[in-house]
């Protein structure tokens, strides 16, 4: 679920685990949101990646990446 341009961290399993340092957050901005997944694609298990939060990547490489993500 986004919200005003935010990403709710416990709507996206993958994403929450890699926020590991955002103690306390509920929400991200989706710019955070697309440059966590960037630097930390390593750590994603694509596997285990739920339809939505795939779509979440989709929208934001598109939005912020030109459609690319650098992974």
């Known amino acids: 679920m986004t919200i005003a341009n935010t990403v709710v961290l416990q709507d996206y399993p993958q994403l929450k685990l890699i926020a590991w340092h955002w103690q306390g957050c509920n929400a991200i901005v989706e710019e955070e949101a697309f440059a ?3 630097r930390n ?3 994603i298990d694509e ?3 739920k339809p939505h939060e795939r779509q979440l990547i989709t929208e934001l490489s598109n939005k912020f990446g030109h ?3 650098n992974v």
């Open 67 to 69: 459609g690319v993500m």
């Open 41 to 43: 694609w390593r750590y």
């Open 36 to 38: 966590l997944y960037e």
């Open 47 to 49: 596997a285990t990646l």
